[in-house]
């Protein structure tokens, strides 16, 4: 299987900088025929489901603010929230779908400094 | 709109059987990759299993944790997803997400979830 790991496991970050979320695969998740990573990002609000953020390791889902990037290839990679805004306050998880099973990071908690 | 919406959980002894439901509207059920995922109170998430669409074999998939326990299976004509849960164990405790894949593997829409508690 293949094992996400997330760092660190909680941030906290002033209003309207910039907050850092890296995930590590164990094996490479970019599929050599299409150039594509496999890592998609989510977002998880208290009570809440998870929300889709990003695909592909870099295609912004629709709907989703631009402050929200994310890059990488191979086995890094990284979320990126360019100005945290007081509704970023979540838990973060990257997830692989290369091959099953389907594995998820441990989480990030973002918070508020 | 899309709409997930998860029934069936609850409290259930160790080695009984639970089925969970997944009522599906808002976009082409038949066409689409379903999955259920799980999530300790608490902690992070964990992937049970998929189904693919007919089109593509209706085949499924699971997590080690769960093969040969649970059964993932759909009702087209109904637009309704299950998940059949047998000997469960108290590990199995979790809150159940239904939720849809679109394109290769990514999940675009969850359910708000049902919460399965394993416990004698």
């Known amino acids: 299987d293949i094992v996400m790991t997330q760092s660190p496991d909680s941030l906290a970050v002033s209003l309207g900088e910039r907050a850092t979320i890296n995930c590590k695969s164990s094996?490479?998740?970019?599929?050599?025929?299409?150039?594509?990573?496999?890592v998609a990002w989510y977002q998880q609000k208290p009570g809440q489901p998870p929300k889709l953020l990003i695909y592909?390791?870099?295609t912004r889902e629709s709907g989703v603010p631009d402050r929200f990037s994310g890059s990488g290839s191979g086995t890094d990679f990284t979320l990126t929230i360019s100005s945290l805004q007081a509704e970023d306050v979540a838990v973060y998880y990257c997830q692989q779908y290369y091959n099953t099973p389907y594995t998820f990071g441990q989480g990030t908690k973002l918070e508020i400094k | 709109e899309v709409q997930l919406v998860e029934s069936g959980g609850g409290l259930v002894k160790p080695g009984e059987s639970l089925r969970l439901s997944c009522a599906a509207s808002?976009?082409?059920?038949?066409?689409?990759?379903m999955t259920w995922v799980r999530q300790n109170a608490g902690k992070g998430l964990e992937w049970v299993g998929r189904?693919?669409?007919?089109?593509?074999?209706?085949?499924?998939d699971y997590a080690a944790p769960v093969k040969g326990r649970f059964s993932i299976s759909r009702d087209d004509s109904k637009n309704t997803l299950y998940l059949q849960m047998n000997s469960p164990k108290t590990e199995d405790t979790a809150v159940y997400y239904c939720?849809?894949?679109?394109?290769?593997?990514?999940?675009?829409?969850w359910g708000q979830g049902t919460l399965v508690t394993v416990s004698s």
């Open positions: 189904i693919k669409a007919k089109a593509d074999g209706g085949t499924t």
């Open positions: 094996q490479s998740v970019l599929y050599s025929s299409n150039n594509d990573n496999y």
């Open positions: 939720a849809k894949f679109r394109g290769w593997g990514w999940i675009d829409f």
């Open positions: 808002g976009f082409i059920f038949s066409d689409t990759w």
């Open positions: 592909w390791a870099s």
